[in-house]
């Protein structure tokens, strides 16, 4: 899979962005704060129908234009697919919202001209993204883990994103009914309906986190191996809020730093024991008014021999071990899909070594498509810049400025 043009209107400071791109490494070079990182921005967004950068996608409207009472964002991506060709165009419509509430924000996707819902769409067109700050995703909150593996999952595994959609909003009635319960008491049969219903759709969510985590896992795993010359060994340790595992009569569960094997789990017994436990602790959700146990509690973590990264991690080791989960997520969406995913790297080069460095170039070189950013073209081998196309990104328009070796100097606005 790899885009063959990108169309920006209104999108971050990119006023107006015509692109073909090429099917090869394209280098994105420039000065701070010009647009590069916000490139990126735009081709993930048309995988994930998020950013990576903000949650409130009306920032993503150009500044400018969103002074005016109707704006609209557009990114339109063409791309070549197994399949054939495609077209997938997301607007984002800010919009009067009555006299008191300014302005309201709607997003439309169309996939070949024809609107779909997000939870269809999603998956279509298929993207990775590495950026510095995602350090968060060892360093952060479980909420930042539990993203990470949403947005990897909603984009490979066919039904995800619909079924997470239904397990959060049964959750919210869930703990509304819990709430209302809890203040004014009541007949606590009402809950059977939503324990029922988010034990369905949260046993499918925690079905699929078990496989992707495993999956993933063995490939970052041989991955950090070689960008850590064998010295360290990383494993990611999933911790489901509601554990499948059968546990004996009468015994308390500790955190051993053996692998726990899930994958033998079906659906249906991960379904009924999760309705279980929820009847189990109904007295206590009753009294706290919020469900306490369910894939929306789930964490992650990430360890290096042993070592807790998100904790204990160095710099370093926290950067290697994001470059290795990153690169196994590309193999990864290979292996589900049958397509290569496109790479978006930002910045990668300056967070790492001279040996890591050149690991990663040889590595790129199998990549259908990737776009890096740097500000510095010092940082990549001459002979592996001599066959990539070269960008300048300069105050929101394009100038190529090497193709394939051959110098270049034409705008794109």
């Known amino acids: 899979m790899y885009l063959t043009h990108l169309s920006l209107t209104n999108f971050r400071s990119f006023a107006r962005l015509d692109l073909d791109v090429p099917r090869r490494v394209v280098l994105l070079t420039g000065s701070n704060a010009q647009g590069k990182t916000s490139l990126l921005e735009a081709v993930y967004f048309l ?21 005016e009472s109707l704006a609209v964002a557009r990114l339109v991506a063409e791309y070549q697919h197994a399949a054939g060709k495609h077209r997938l165009e997301v607007r984002l419509v800010l919009e009067p919202a009555g006299p008191l509430n300014g302005q309201r924000l709607r997003k439309e996707i169309l996939l070949d001209g024809v609107k779909r819902p997000l939870a269809e769409a999603i998956g279509h067109f298929n993207a990775v993204v590495f950026v510095p700050q995602m350090t968060r995703i060892i360093e952060g909150g479980p909420e930042d ?16 994103a619909r079924t997470l959609s239904e397990y959060a909003q049964a959750l919210t009635q869930r703990n509304a009914l819990l709430k209302a319960l809890g203040e004014r008491g009541g007949d606590a049969s009402q809950l059977d309906f939503w324990d029922e219903t988010i034990a369905r759709s949260g046993a499918a969510l925690i079905r699929a986190r078990i496989a992707a985590v495993q999956e993933i896992e063995a490939l970052a795993r041989g991955i950090h191996t070689e960008l850590t010359r064998g010295t360290e060994s990383l494993r990611l340790d999933y911790r ?19 692998v726990v094997d899930r994958s033998g789990l079906d659906e249906e017994e991960i379904r009924a024991g999760f309705l279980e436990r ?22 992650l973590r ?31 969406m290979k292996q589900k899909t049958g397509q290569w995913p496109v790479l978006l790297l930002d910045e990668v080069m300056a967070e790492l070594d001279l040996q890591r460095r050149a690991d990663l170039l040889v590595y790129l070189e199998k990549m259908e498509q ?5 500000t510095d073209l010092k940082l990549f081998a001459p002979a592996f810049v001599e066959k990539t196309e070269t ?22 606005h």
């Open 370 to 374: 990737a776009l890096l950013t740097t």
């Open 391 to 412: 960008w300048e990104v300069n105050a929101g328009a394009v100038r190529t400025l090497q193709t394939g070796g051959k110098q270049d100097g034409r705008y794109t």
């Open 145 to 160: 883990r539990r993203r990470y593996l949403n947005l990897a999952l909603a984009q490979t595994a066919p039904g995800y």
């Open 302 to 332: 990430f360890l290096a021999n042993a070592t807790d990264l998100g904790d204990f991690g160095s710099r370093g080791q926290v950067r290697t071990a994001l470059l290795a989960l990153k690169l196994a997520e590309v193999e990864w």
């Open 240 to 258: 489901p809020a509601y554990d499948p595992l059968p546990r004996p009569n009468g015994q308390i569960a500790l955190r051993m730093d053996t």
């Open 47 to 67: 995988a994930a129908f998020t950013s990576f950068q903000t949650h409130a996608d009306r920032q993503l409207v150009n500044f400018v234009a969103a002074r």
């Open 278 to 299: 929820l009847r189990q602790a109904r007295s206590e959700e009753i009294a706290r008014g919020v469900t306490v146990i369910g894939p929306h509690r789930d964490e």
